[in-house]
């Protein structure tokens, strides 16, 4: 009896102290007991991220203006003082999320301080004043991406985004935890990753400053050598923080006029004589203007009514001679034309990204061109023609770059950290369209026509630069009759050794010379401005770094 009641009580001794050390090893253990906290604990997403937008030099495009936010964890002292600072408008909407009892985030112009709110920083997609607004794009809440480069790139951007967590302690009511503040998690948010640009942020605003005159219409610059796009501007602009003020807009606003087609008009003469010169035609060849030129009883006239007399392809090119190009057409054969321009890439899409290109345009086809009318106008750059200013840009940068095609490219590659490019993607091999002995003679001919022609009016202040107006019909008439006729000028800078190509179209802007040419200037003079101070800083900052030199005996 006496070894059974031992026997007994030694296993509830035993039993107790297994339960003993059960609840030590619950309350120690770090991983159960962060179990059993969240259990007990709300995870408010403060904030999501996508992928960051930089230009060449690792600037920020989007992602760049800082906003304050609070976390609310709706307690009494919480409620007092954001109904205080709260907007009257605004308590209504204020008092339904603080009778919600969960915690939530609010965005605000001012910190506000009080139990049960904890202030931080978001980081706003879009400034109000967006640089490259359009090529950008916009997203939509739910949606991702719905325009532009957002839209093109999304899965990427998406992926290189992150989380913005705040962990709230909170009874089984959800009411917060006294002596448990809140912790805040990093999850990717501020990691920087995203996509880089060949754009020049400081060009672009440059581009966008000298375009402020542009009603409606684009520009678009680009480095000769390699087709990266410096900066492409639409105009009218607008802001992606309010995308529905613009819908109904009749100025449409929210395309991207860079990308569409337009007549092209007489910057398309560049290609003529280069095309003349590659079949042996030389440049001293004259033609007698008498106002208009008739090709099978069809006359097409000259700007010049009353006629330029006789001209050789220089004075023809500067003085924008359209019966001169109609002739010089005819003898080189407008299917050899065509061909050069399939070349250069009109007629196809300008493909920036996948999922983001140009227009294709309209280019004639060879037999099209059979019909003399139809040759004539395609010899002026009229007609069943159009292209988009990124073809145009691609035909200056052939002929002012030596004679080699380059296509338009906006995007380097991908960064993980903002600091340095990660991944680049492939560069588009170059091919020779015309020799650089053509293609030299053209350039020399275009810095005519900004020295002496009709582009002067686009003459910097230094370099020099050469390039084409135009001043394209479009079959388009207002109420009054009047046919709207769109301003451009396709040029580069500097004369001697071009680095750059701009473009600039101006929608029913009438003067190629009045209208885009002042806008050119203005691009080429700040932009040399910046290249001057950059280069200054370089210098600089070389002579620091020099070792000092030891002067004595």
């Known amino acids: 009896m006496r070894r059974r009641t031992v026997f007994v009580h030694f296993m509830m001794t035993l039993s107790l102290m297994v339960m003993v ?9 770090p991983e159960l007991s962060s179990a059993a906290d969240m259990q007990s604990s709300y995870a408010l997403e403060l904030g999501r991220s996508r992928g960051i937008f930089y230009d060449i030099n690792m600037q920020r495009l ?7 936010a609070l976390a609310v964890m709706p307690t009494q002292e919480a409620a007092g003082a954001l109904m205080a600072a709260a907007p009257f408008a605004e308590r209504p909407r204020l008092a339904e999320q603080l009778r919600g009892m969960t915690p939530f985030v609010m965005r605000t112009s001012a910190p506000v301080y009080a139990k049960g709110v904890e202030n931080f920083t978001l980081t706003q997609r879009y400034a109000d004043d967006q640089i490259a607004a359009h090529l950008i794009g916009y997203t939509q ?24 967590m705040l ?44 375009a402020r005159s542009i009603e409606k219409g684009c520009v678009v610059v680009m480095e000769v050598q390699t087709g990266d796009l410096k900066a492409m501007v639409s105009r009218p602009n607008y802001n992606p923080n309010r995308v ?3 819908l109904t807009s009749p100025a449409a606003p929210l395309i991207n006029r860079a990308l569409y087609d337009y007549a092209v008009g007489s910057s398309f003469k560049m290609l003529v004589v280069a095309t003349a010169l590659e079949q042996g035609i030389p440049s001293g060849y004259t033609y007698d203007c008498q106002g208009y030129v008739e090709i099978e009883g069809q006359r097409f006239h000259c700007h010049n009514r009353s006629g330029h007399g006789v001209l050789d392809m220089w004075g023809a090119l500067q003085r924008s001679c359209n019966p001169y190009f109609v002739n010089l057409a005819q003898k080189c054969g407008p299917q050899t034309l065509v061909f050069k321009a399939q070349q250069i890439g009109f007629g196809a899409p300008v493909v920036l990204a996948e999922g983001y290109q140009s227009r294709p345009g309209v280019l004639p086809t060879p037999q099209s061109l059979s019909l003399p009318g139809q040759a004539a106008n395609f010899s002026f750059g009229q007609g069943n023609f159009s292209a988009t200013p990124l073809h145009v840009a691609a035909m200056v940068a052939t002929l002012a770059g030596g004679g080699r095609t380059v296509s338009p490219r906006l995007v380097v590659g991908y960064t993980d950290d903002g600091q340095s490019v990660s991944e680049y993607l492939p560069v588009y091999a170059t091919s020779r369209l015309v020799s650089p002995e053509v293609a030299g003679r053209v350039k020399d001919m275009l810095v005519a026509v900004v020295n002496h022609g009709s582009g002067r009016a686009a003459m910097p202040q230094q370099g020099g630069a050469g390039g084409k107006t135009a001043s394209a019909q479009t079959g388009i008439y207002d109420e009054e009759g009047e046919e709207t006729i769109h301003a451009w000028f396709a040029g580069f800078f500097p ?8 473009v600039v179209l101006n ?6 010379t009045d209208n885009a040419c002042p806008i050119f200037k203005e691009i080429a003079d700040q932009t040399n401005a910046l290249m001057d101070n950059r280069a200054s800083k370089r210098d600089a900052l070389a002579a620091e770094q020099l070792p000092e030199q030891d002067t004595r005996a």
């Open 495 to 502: 004369a001697d050794r071009p680095r750059y190509v701009v």
């Open 21 to 29: 050390a059960r609840i030590y090893y619950l309350g120690a253990a």
């Open 167 to 210: 962990r709230c302690f909170t009874d089984a009511l959800r009411r917060p935890m006294e002596g448990h503040p809140p912790e805040f998690s990093d999850q990717g948010y501020s990691s920087g990753a995203g996509v880089v640009l060949t754009l020049d942020a400081d060009i672009q605003r440059i581009a966008e400053n000298a």
């Open 507 to 512: 929608e029913g802007g009438d003067s190629g």
């Open 141 to 164: 809440e739910g949606s991702g991406g719905v325009a532009g480069l957002e839209q093109a790139l999304n899965d990427k951007l998406t992926e290189q985004g992150g989380r913005l």
């Open 244 to 246: 529905a003020d613009y």
């Open 62 to 68: 989007t992602d760049t203006t800082k906003v304050n």
